[in-house]
């Protein structure tokens, strides 16, 4: 085990009343602090090596309270963090650069910042600019830098040297994608060759993407430890405010609006199918009763693939549909049709019914995961990606 937290708790010291805080100034501490704030409660998990981790949660929720703790930056109230090996957390990129000296000048004295030895610097300076694409501009003073140039110098810095924990904290705004791709390959071999790589971000695509697990906290406790999709799919309740502990989901929200629920895929021939094929245009047809007035009604479905990504999401909002309104006992039936223009592969339908354009705004009825269903691909050329465009090609020799 490389990282373990066993019941670890941390909190500060805080006041009730604003008149406490001055209190505590004029004794220098000794009255006026009454109220403790808990950061974390009783936080307990183990990362094996290899495992790329992705820790979600609203701002305030303690994360960055559980990474200082990690990195041995502050201690615990209660508990114990185990952490065998090197631990490098990527932060504020590029901050302790000193403009006046040249890229490879900050190198050498970032790198001893962030525990190389000089040898270790010498041997992978070469290959730090060319990583960070910066080669020709090893010798300019980093004020001449962009500030998307000094960020990847910076990644490249850090990352030179494999180290046992990675922490990548919002730190993938380095550049433009082709750049974040080569940062991901880079964590990639890292976890290839038994790092552990602790991923937070508030990208919910990239750490379904990349990571094999997902915690959720909030409010300084650990309320979801699983599968990425699962994970998405409770946090996304969890912001809508759908429910107030994720033990109680059940995926639906006011559902005291909807009766006599149905839903479902139907192919050309008019069946209804969970099998799909790629090409095929088929209908998602969504049905319900009022149980009391309803006014301004938005219906909208989205299609998600096994890690979480976003496929596809649409509403009959965004396209430009009159409103729905209804008394109670009236029932509507709502039809979307559409090509099946993703890959082969398993998928989630969820659906809400709302006021507006988003279901934020409120809802009668959402279910993040109504449904799985598959899509196959008969009488087609294979292709690949996440995405199935009809393509015709030719060719011709000219001599």
Same mark, same amino acid.
């Given at each position: 085990?490389?990282?373990? @937290?066993?019941?670890?708790?941390?909190?500060?010291?805080?006041?009730?009343?604003?008149?406490?805080? @001055?209190?505590?100034?004029?004794?220098?501490?000794?009255?006026?602090?009454?109220?403790?704030?808990?950061?974390?409660?009783?936080?307990?998990?183990?990362?094996?090596?290899?495992?790329?981790?992705?820790?979600? +949660?609203?701002? +305030?929720?303690?994360?960055?309270?559980?990474?200082?703790?990690? =990195?041995?930056?502050?201690?615990?109230?209660?508990?114990?963090?185990?952490?065998?090996?090197?631990?490098?957390? #990527?932060?504020?990129?590029?901050?302790?650069?000193?403009?006046?000296?040249?890229?490879?000048?900050?190198?050498?004295?970032?790198?001893?910042?962030?525990?190389?030895?000089?040898?270790?610097?010498?041997?992978?300076?070469?290959?730090?600019?060319?990583?960070?694409?910066?080669?020709?501009?090893?010798?300019?003073?980093?004020?001449?830098?962009?500030?998307?140039?000094?960020?990847?110098?910076?990644?490249?810095?850090?990352?030179?040297?494999?180290?046992?924990?990675?922490?990548?904290? %919002?730190?993938?705004?380095?550049?433009?994608?082709?750049?974040?791709?080569?940062?991901?390959?880079?964590?990639?071999?890292?976890? !290839?060759?038994?790092?552990?790589?602790?991923?937070?971000?508030?990208?919910?695509? #990239?750490?379904?993407?990349?990571?094999?697990?997902?915690?959720?906290?909030?409010? &300084?406790?650990?309320?979801?430890?699983?599968?990425?999709?699962?994970?998405?799919?409770?946090?996304? !309740?969890?912001?809508? +405010?759908?429910?107030?502990?994720? %033990?109680?989901?059940?995926?639906?929200?006011?559902?005291?609006?909807?009766?006599?629920?149905?839903?479902?895929?139907?192919?050309?021939? +008019? @069946?209804?199918?969970?099998? @799909?094929?790629? &090409?095929?245009?088929?209908? #998602?047809?969504?049905?319900?009763?009022?149980?009391?007035?309803?006014?301004?009604?938005?219906?909208?479905?989205?299609?998600?693939?096994?890690?979480?990504?976003?496929?596809?999401?649409?509403?009959?909002?965004?396209? !430009?549909?009159?409103?729905? =309104?209804?008394?109670?006992?009236?029932?509507?039936?709502?039809?979307?049709?559409?090509?099946?223009?993703?890959?082969?592969?398993?998928?989630?339908? &969820?659906? =809400?019914?709302? !006021?507006?354009?988003?279901?934020?705004?409120?809802?009668?009825?959402?279910? %993040?995961?109504?449904?799985?269903?598959?899509?196959?691909?008969?009488?087609?050329?294979?292709?690949?990606?996440?995405?199935?465009?009809?393509?015709?090609?030719?060719?011709?020799?000219?001599?």
């Amino acid at each position: 085990m490389v990282l373990e @937290l066993n019941q670890v708790s941390k909190s500060y010291q805080g006041f009730s009343k604003a008149w406490h805080r @001055l209190l505590t100034g004029l004794t220098f501490g000794y009255f006026g602090l009454d109220t403790k704030l808990y950061a974390l409660r009783k936080i307990s998990f183990s990362v094996q090596k290899g495992e790329a981790l992705g820790i979600i +949660g609203r701002n +305030g929720a303690g994360k960055s309270t559980l990474l200082k703790l990690i =990195a041995k930056v502050t201690r615990p109230d209660q508990g114990k963090v185990s952490v065998l090996g090197t631990v490098r957390a #990527l932060l504020e990129l590029g901050l302790g650069f000193n403009a006046e000296l040249s890229g490879e000048e900050n190198v050498y004295y970032n790198g001893l910042v962030w525990g190389y030895s000089p040898q270790q610097i010498k041997d992978h300076i070469d290959e730090i600019f060319s990583f960070a694409e910066l080669s020709e501009y090893r010798n300019v003073p980093v004020k001449n830098y962009s500030s998307g140039m000094a960020m990847r110098l910076a990644f490249s810095l850090a990352t030179a040297i494999r180290p046992d924990i990675l922490i990548v904290d %919002e730190a993938l705004a380095v550049g433009d994608a082709s750049f974040q791709q080569k940062c991901l390959k880079r964590f990639r071999a890292f976890l !290839q060759e038994g790092s552990i790589v602790l991923f937070v971000s508030h990208d919910l695509a #990239l750490v379904s993407t990349f990571c094999s697990r997902v915690l959720i906290l909030e409010k &300084g406790e650990l309320v979801f430890d699983g599968a990425p999709k699962v994970g998405m799919d409770r946090y996304m !309740q969890l912001v809508a +405010g759908e429910i107030e502990t994720l %033990e109680e989901a059940n995926f639906i929200r006011a559902s005291e609006f909807i009766q006599e629920l149905d839903f479902g895929f139907y192919r050309d021939n +008019g @069946l209804k199918s969970q099998l @799909l094929y790629v &090409g095929e245009t088929v209908s #998602l047809k969504i049905q319900f009763s009022a149980l009391t007035k309803m006014q301004n009604v938005t219906v909208g479905f989205h299609i998600d693939d096994e890690r979480g990504n976003r496929i596809y999401g649409t509403n009959t909002f965004l396209l !430009q549909l009159e409103p729905i =309104a209804l008394d109670a006992n009236d029932k509507a039936v709502v039809r979307f049709h559409f090509p099946i223009y993703f890959s082969e592969g398993k998928y989630s339908l &969820g659906f =809400a019914i709302h !006021q507006g354009e988003s279901h934020l705004e409120g809802s009668y009825l959402w279910r %993040e995961v109504a449904c799985d269903f598959a899509v196959e691909r008969i009488n087609l050329p294979k292709s690949v990606g996440i995405s199935y465009i009809p393509t015709k090609a030719d060719a011709k020799i000219i001599r």
